[in-house]
């Protein structure tokens, strides 16, 4: 073979092998391309967050019922007729306020008449009393006019515990229920006037 076709036959061999260097570099090179991009739509994105402190509630409903510690109905000690209410229902009252006024005309009538005659069985008593240490009475009158004396203050204290019925008091500090009494109705010590709730402290019962 010439000497020339040989080299013209090993030029075109090089340049083929080069260029089938090049198309399979591009062929790797894409095909690298692809699989990057493959694994790049499969791959999980992360987020990253920095930790903080959140107060989380539980709140539970349910139905039941709340009483107060302490709660009365309010009854008069004694009949008669009301001649002042100063209280109205859901009004709080302090202990020993007046809820409901009694008429006590007769009340205070005879307990004056129980302190005049505490008065003259206390002067009678002191009179026989000296008359006693002159032996000028008898130890009998002395003892006669002693239970004298003794019975009188007795009635004084029922004739003053009667007309402190007739004023009807709150037995402790608290919340008035409904008091539906108006001025010239007469209680006859039987039916409660209204209820007096403690509610400074109350109690819960779930159903």
């Not at 505490?118 to 002395?142: K, V």
């Not at 010239?184 to 209204?194: E, F």
Request: hydrophobic share 45%.
């Amino acid at each position: 073979m010439p000497r020339a076709v040989k080299i013209l036959v090993s030029l075109v061999f090089v340049l083929a092998c080069a260029v089938a260097g090049v198309t399979g570099t591009q062929a790797l090179l894409s095909l690298q391309e692809t699989t990057d991009d493959m694994r790049g739509a499969d791959a999980t994105p992360v987020g990253v967050a920095s930790p903080e402190t959140r107060r989380i509630e539980d709140v539970l409903t349910t139905t039941g019922t709340i009483r107060p510690i302490r709660s009365v109905e309010v009854v008069p000690n004694v009949p008669g007729r009301v001649t002042s209410v100063p209280v109205s229902s859901g009004q709080e009252v302090e202990e020993g306020g007046l809820l409901v006024q009694l008429d006590d005309r007769a009340a205070r009538a005879a307990l004056a008449d129980a302190e005049a005659t505490l008065s003259e069985a206390r002067q009678s008593y002191n009179r026989i009393e000296r008359l006693a240490q002159g032996n000028a009475a008898a130890e009998s009158q002395l003892e006669s006019s002693r239970a004298t004396l003794l019975r009188a203050e007795a009635a004084k204290m029922a004739a003053n515990a009667d007309l402190e019925d007739r004023a009807i008091m709150a037995p402790f500090s608290g919340t008035l229920g409904v008091i539906d009494i108006d001025e010239g109705a007469y209680l006859d010590g039987t039916v409660p006037v209204t209820r007096l709730l403690d509610l400074s402290t109350v109690e819960g019962r779930a159903s």
